[in-house]
């Protein structure tokens, strides 16, 4: 990519993300006020768990698309893409403890967190600039809650199962923009896929899932 074309995309990248972070810090204010209000310590956690997974991983976005300096793009390109295990199994944690409970919900809720030292683990090997397994990984984690989809059915109400359904959709769809962000905006597209897929679990969680 020319480097005229690449300082428009990276601009783009910082804006989109950027707003992403400034989002999600309201929504963890939110998140943490009304559960230290009406919740107990258990929806307390949680919602802090899903607050700051939303805060780093859009944080840590922005700061790998701004820097220009190589060693610094690394160090903070790895954030980033360790952010995303964290995020996934973030927005798991309220859905799961809060919303299924029981033993399908702290099973969910153990397995997904398991899956982020994998993810960890894999992005310090020698296979870490694999990306067919980073974005396998990635969705694996994502679409883990299908095998105990009987138990959430029951659990949840339509509008959550509905948000949650579209937010998946959201970050999956994205997928494809991410694997070939070498076009032209297509990584900044993957950023507004992202957005509305955290946007719409935020809801889920917020109206839905939370006392």
Known sequence: MKRKNRKQEEFWNVLTHGLGAVLSLVALVLLVGYTAW??????????LVFGLSLVLLYSASTIYHAVVQLRHKRFWQRVDHLSIYILIAGTYTPVMLVGLKGVWGWTLFSLIWVLVVVGFVFKFSKYRYNEKLSLTLYAVMGWLCIIGIQPIIHA?????????????????????FYAKDRNRFYHPIWHVFVLGGSAFHFFAIFHYILP
Do not use: D, F, N, P
């Open 156 to 176: 949840l109400s339509s509008s959550a199962l509905l948000l949650i359904a579209l937010g998946g959709v959201c970050y999956t769809g994205g997928i494809y």
């Open 38 to 47: 009406k919740g107990t310590l258990l929806e307390l956690g949680a919602s």
